[in-house]
Structure formats: structure tokens, C-alpha cells
Nanobody, 124 residues
Framework: VQLQASGGGLVQVGGSLRLSCTAS????????VGWFRQAPGKERQFVAA????????YYDDSVKGRFTISRDNAKNTVNLQMISLKPEDTAVYFC??????????????????WGQGTLVTVSS
């Protein structure tokens, strides 16, 4: 599956953005999809995941209540709705697809397919 992330941009503190991860080849039906982010000089960090088997969702504590991951089967996309954005949310956001076991959904190494990343900048 080939992935493409989009929707990033510049937003003020407290604003909202919706990121989309589109599968250009293949579908998400048999994959768990995760969103990760990477700030300059830092490692890639888990943000959210949507499990393939039961559509259960997982979130990092730093985004719980503010970010929502969802799947749009008709458009073959997985979206990340972000509200109440903070300066610390600034990063390049990546979507990944894979078949991680439950205990590894937060690990970038558990995902075999990645999009190119989209930059989110939250200005104060």
C-alpha cells in the first residue's frame, strides 16, 4: 500500500486542522493505521492508531481529548482531526500502515508503510 499524508499547515494556538492519509494503492481494510509526529531533533512519536480488526482507537496521552482518528472507507482515507492545537503539537506528521500486535501499536518500527509527512506548525 502506498500512503500520502496531507492537510498540514500553519495554524494559531487553539486552532484546528484535519490531516488525511490516503492509500493510493491498496486499501486500509487489512491494516492498522497510525499517525506519528516528529519534531526537529526528536524521534518519531506515536500520536494515534486505528486498529484494523475492531476499529479500536489508541491515543497518546498528550493528544487525548483533542485529536480524533477515523476511517473513511468511501474515500480510502484515515483522518486525524486535531482541535485545540498547542505549540508543542508542531511537527511533521506521518501516517503509517502495518499489522502490529497490540503491544506494539505505538512503535514506528511496527509499521511497514509510510507516507511522506505533512508539516503542522502551531504559532503562538
Amino acid at each position: 500500500v502506498q500512503l500520502q499524508a496531507s492537510g498540514g499547515g500553519l495554524v494559531q494556538v487553539g486552532g484546528s486542522l484535519r490531516l488525511s492519509c490516503t492509500a493510493s494503492e491498496g486499501t486500509f481494510n487489512t491494516y492498522t493505521v497510525g499517525w506519528f509526529r516528529q519534531a526537529p531533533g526528536k524521534e518519531r512519536q506515536f500520536v494515534a492508531a486505528l486498529l484494523k480488526q475492531n476499529h479500536r482507537t489508541y491515543y497518546d496521552d498528550s493528544v487525548k481529548g483533542r485529536f480524533t482518528i477515523s476511517r473513511d472507507n468511501a474515500k480510502n482515507t484515515v483522518n486525524l482531526q486535531m482541535i485545540s492545537l498547542k505549540p508543542e503539537d508542531t511537527a511533521v506528521y506521518f501516517c503509517g500502515a502495518g499489522r502490529p500486535i497490540l503491544s506494539t501499536v505505538t512503535r514506528p518500527s511496527a509499521y511497514g508503510y509510510w507516507g511522506q509527512g505533512t508539516l503542522v506548525t502551531v504559532s503562538s
